[in-house]
């Protein structure tokens, strides 16, 4: 039956008409009311929205504005998850389209690619700006590799094994190969976001700051392992 259903253009049809408004009323809000968060984050929404619709809107409207009540461990929970997932989405979609779509690789070799891309990249999304704050490479490699690993590998293991299971060999000319992407980003966005509780619950993370806090002076969207709090403030450790 879900074979049935994803196969549908109807269903491709359905997620554009969910999608696309969510990502104009997104980048309305970016612009009238939350144009203070900084370029890393914006980027970080828009691609969550892209990937995941109303849910990533959802995220976004109850986690990633200034006009949230309070912040709390889930809602942290939420931006970190939402960090890591824009850049595994991006590796994944890359991965998956090349092995398929170029090297026309088999079940095995299109998890093992999708997985590479997705790892490479979400890791980078953390380590490019802890370098660009000044962190030493050597540090910044060892703390997003102990920050980043278990939520990638999850999200990951989750996407890859739900793409799979739905689409099998099918290729980018059928709709359930776009239709099976859709549904298993967003998979792996819910089974990685437990992963991210615990480790922000256990400082292995520190996670995104309080979009209230966001200053222009300094550069507090990057996602800083093994930081220490001051107040609502992050720094990097």
Known sequence: ????????????????????????????????????LMSLMKLVWGLTVLY??????????????????????????FRSVAHCYSGCGLGEITGVMLAVGLLRFGNLGTALTTFVFAYVIGFLLTLG???????????ALKDTFIAETPSIAVMEIVAIGVD??????????????????????SCGLFAAYPVNLLL????????????????????????????HRQGSAMKHG
């Open 164 to 185: 799979l299971s739905l689409a099998g060999n099918a290729g980018m000319g059928e709709v359930i190969f776009w239709s099976s992407m859709i549904v298993s980003l």
């Open 200 to 227: 922000l619950k256990f400082g292995v993370k520190e996670g995104m700051m309080d979009p209230r806090m966001t200053d222009h002076g300094e550069n507090p969207s990057t996602e800083s392992p093994h930081a």
């Open 129 to 139: 700006p802890l370098v660009q704050d000044g962190v030493p490479l050597h540090k």
């Open 1 to 36: 039956m879900l074979t049935d259903i994803f196969s549908s253009p109807w269903f491709l049809a359905a997620w554009l008409a969910l999608m696309i408004p969510s990502e104009i009323v997104l980048i309305r809000d970016l612009r009238r009311n939350n144009a203070h």
């Open 52 to 77: 995941s619709g109303p849910i990533g809107l959802a995220v976004y409207w109850t986690c990633g504005r200034k006009e949230i009540i309070t912040d709390s461990l889930w809602r942290r929970g």
